[in-house]
């Protein structure tokens, strides 16, 4: 599905290398963990995957393509990065639910909160999640609510930044869930990668464990 060749990425104001040359590549059913010390370069890693970031050389491939700059939206629309510390709008959890729907990319598709409402039921989340003000939320819920905004529109890979780090066990277990059902949805079309800190974990949602080192992804 998607493939990085040699992907790399400098510090021009440190001169230093944060990602050396990574190759890496990912079929539909793989199911990919990463783990590594704090600072190793796996959150460069992943949002360079998701072309959120610059990278100095290398190329990355969708389904066999280079990716064309006005193809970088719907790139993003079917590789989803769920970020460490997600960002939030004003308004409530719904308002940022309802985001996405206002991108030209999405233009297809249309809100649906009975949706929404379930996702957040299974994340352990009552209806009433969806009125909190954005600002409001704990780590923990800022994770689960960028989450559903990801998972309601179907991605075809979601790269996972550590998604369960501000979640206690039992939340943990249930966004691990919530993963499977979307995976599960996909009839082995769909793919993850996965940074976790928690060996327990990494063995729980992932197959192919791999490990960042000092920006040397192994
Ligand atoms: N935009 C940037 N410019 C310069 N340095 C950066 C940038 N982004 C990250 N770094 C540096 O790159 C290194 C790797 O950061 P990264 O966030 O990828 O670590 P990580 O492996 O995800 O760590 P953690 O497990 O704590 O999340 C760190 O030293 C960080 O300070
Ligand atoms: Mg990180």
């Not at 610059?54 to 590789?79: E, F, H, K, L, N």
């Amino acid at each position: 599905m998607l493939r990085a060749i040699a992907l790399t990425r400098r510090d021009p104001v440190r001169d230093i290398t944060l990602l050396h040359p990574a190759s890496f590549g990912i079929a539909a059913g793989d199911r990919v963990v990463i783990t590594g010390p704090s600072g190793s370069g796996k959150s460069v890693f992943l949002r360079a995957l998701a072309l959120l970031d610059p990278v100095d050389d290398g190329t990355i491939q969708w389904r066999g393509q280079p990716i064309a700059r006005g193809a970088i939206p719907s790139y993003r629309r079917r590789v989803a990065y769920i970020a460490q510390r997600p960002a939030m709008l004003d308004g409530s959890v719904e308002d940022n639910l309802r985001y996405p729907f206002s991108l030209k990319v999405y233009r297809d598709v249309r809100f649906d909160r009975a949706r929404v409402v379930e996702l957040a039921n299974r994340a352990g989340r009552e209806a009433g999640f969806l009125d909190k003000r954005a600002s409001d939320l704990s780590g923990g819920e800022a994770q689960i609510a960028a989450l559903i905004r990801v998972l309601q529109v179907d991605p075809d890979i979601l790269l996972l930044d550590e998604p369960t780090a501000s979640l206690d066990p039992a939340s943990a277990l249930e966004i691990e869930a919530l993963v499977d059902a979307w995976f599960a949805g996909g009839r082995g079309e769909r793919a993850s990668i996965w940074v976790s800190h928690d060996p327990a974990q990494a063995q729980r949602v992932g197959e192919r464990q791999l490990v960042m080192t000092a920006g040397v992804l192994a």
